[in-house]
């Protein structure tokens, strides 16, 4: 961590920014980091820091500022499924805990299982199932960052959560709330799957920001989930998924996404 940390403070010194939000852009919303007026440092040239091979996701570090916030953000993140460790995935986390952010926004493209939901549609995350099957956290404890079994019974922040409704609600736009349901893929769910994780009472599913959020609250991090409604779950409706539509979706919403992560920095 030190080293990746060393390396990006040296990068961004001469600017004088100081970021104490960082933002994770899942598939199709990498868009945001666009506006961030900054520096951008690929994750080849971080020590320490894994790329990522899924379309979609540009594989950069943007730190700048966005609505007068000092920002460092994800363009792009990396995922279980392409062979990474799970503590390589939430490494660039602990570096942004490490370089002094304290709010973590973390966005992802998933599949709705409410029914209630539509393709478009934002959801704000209240909670979310682990069913990776692994945890970040497993192995020697780093005491730097946090205790060695972490409460999660407030993963996501009370406080950011309003901050997102209130914003949503000046945009007028029509968000929803909902548990987030964490799987390994790179398969999409089976519509038995899905009926389970819908008894179990998820209402979307995705194959990231678990293991983000679990990092980030053993770190100290508030945190704030976005999900991005790309797709209904198998079996909701009668079609085939693919990668390709995620990405029509989540580009097709991309304006009113940044509208909305704008507007929540305004009131933080």
């Known amino acids: 961590m030190k080293n990746s940390t060393d390396y990006i403070s040296q990068k961004i010194a001469p600017s004088g920014i100081k970021p104490d939000t960082g933002i994770i ?3 199709g919303l990498g868009g945001i980091a666009d506006e961030i007026e900054g520096i951008s440092i690929p994750y080849a040239g971080i020590p320490g820091f894994k790329t990522s091979t899924i ?25 279980y499924y392409e062979g990474h460790s799970l503590r390589e995935i939430v490494h660039p986390v602990r570096v942004m805990r490490l ?3 304290k709010n973590l926004i973390v966005t992802n493209a998933a599949g709705g299982i409410n029914r209630d939901f539509k393709p478009g549609d934002l959801m704000i995350i209240e909670d979310h199932i682990n069913f990776t099957g692994n ?6 404890n780093i005491e730097e960052l946090g205790v060695r079994f972490p409460d999660m019974s407030r993963a996501y922040s009370e406080e950011l959560i309003n901050a997102a409704e209130i914003a949503a609600n000046k945009l007028k736009i029509n968000i929803k709330k909902g548990v987030y349901a964490a799987v390994t893929g790179p398969s999409y769910e089976t519509p038995a799957e899905v009926r389970m994780l819908r008894t ?6 995705g194959m990231s920001t678990v293991p983000e959020v679990i990092a ?4 100290g991090l508030d945190v704030l ?28 919403i991309e304006n009113v996404f940044t509208a909305l992560v704008k507007e929540i920095l305004r009131g933080l």
């Open 216 to 219: 980030a609250r053993h770190a």
């Open 55 to 79: 379309q979609g996701h540009a594989g950069k570090l943007i730190v700048g500022k966005l609505c007068s916030k000092g920002i460092i953000a994800m363009q792009g993140r990396l995922h």
């Open 200 to 205: 179990l009472g998820a209402d979307a599913v």
């Open 225 to 252: 989930g976005i999900s991005c409604i790309s797709n209904m779950a198998c079996g909701v409706l009668d079609k085939p998924l693919c990668h390709e539509e995620v990405i029509e979706i989540t580009k097709g």
């Open 135 to 140: 945890n970040p956290l497993i192995g020697q």
């Open 99 to 101: 370089l002094g952010v």
């Open 25 to 27: 852009l899942g598939s």
